[in-house]
């Protein structure tokens, strides 16, 4: 037979994500490139999820690159709220992303439609300090190397010069080395952040351009680093404001969460291969 697959899209996302069962792909392979790369080249976001058999889900994220291939190893919260949404269960349902290692809790919001994402992991656990240090110093410019949902980099905005995407760009290609990743993978992240008397503010890349908001890791990244001391971000508790609009955080000894978040289910898509079904 021939599967479908539903695009979702999240508030604040991007682009849409084309949700996957892993039922619906050939063999049931989780990430399966050369079947990946028959889908429409539209689809830069894809999510391969299924049952953990203990009542959640299991979810991978596949990032599709500008210059061809796929990245394997980036999360990406939009899209495992997408995979929740495009499941349809009501109540809270918990979530493995394989690729990045987070459990992440998504608490329905009454009324409904949305939910808070809990990133059940403590800010200050091991690893999230991928350098040791709460700032170190990438071409001259202090920054806080943050790995909680992705690997981050946080930069001071005061410090960001003109053409600041560019300026941004070079930073990230510094600490992509630094921290053993390719210089044009997806990761590490990068955003922009500002204190103002209004609260903080952020901007952020993703790939291929800037960031409508912030990704649902960056806000967690976010809340986390600004949960240590000595980092480059101060404390993020509560709205959060970007070009695109407020993003909310909290973090807690245990925890780190972003609310209010959203998606939609916009269509079925057909799939470029057939599975056989099983009785």
Known sequence: ??????????????????????????????????????????????????????????????????????????????????????????????????????????????????????????PDAPGTLPTGRPRDRLLGVPVSLVSYGNPYVFVDARH?????????LALRAEAARLLGHSPDSALPKIAAVEATPAGLAVRALTVGGWHPRLAVTGAAALAAAGALDGTVVPRADGPVRTPGGTVTVSAGPDRVSVHHKRAVVLRACPLPWRIHATA
């Open 1 to 122: 037979m021939t599967p479908s697959a539903l695009l979702v899209r999240a508030d604040g996302a991007p682009g849409p994500t084309l949700v996957v069962r892993v039922d619906r792909m050939p063999g049931g392979l989780l990430g399966l490139g050369r079947e990946l790369a028959r889908l429409p080249a539209a689809h830069a976001k894809i999510a391969l999820y299924g049952g953990d058999g203990a009542g959640g889900l299991r979810y991978r994220f596949v990032q599709r690159l500008p210059g061809g291939g796929f990245d394997f190893r980036a999360g990406c919260g939009h899209s495992l709220l997408a995979c929740v949404v495009a499941e349809g269960r009501p109540g809270p349902v918990t979530v493995r992303a394989l690729t990045t290692g987070d459990t992440v809790r998504c608490e329905p919001e009454p009324p409904g439609g949305a939910y808070t994402l809990h990133f059940l992991r403590p």
């Open 160 to 168: 960001v010069r003109a053409p600041a995407r560019a300026h941004l």
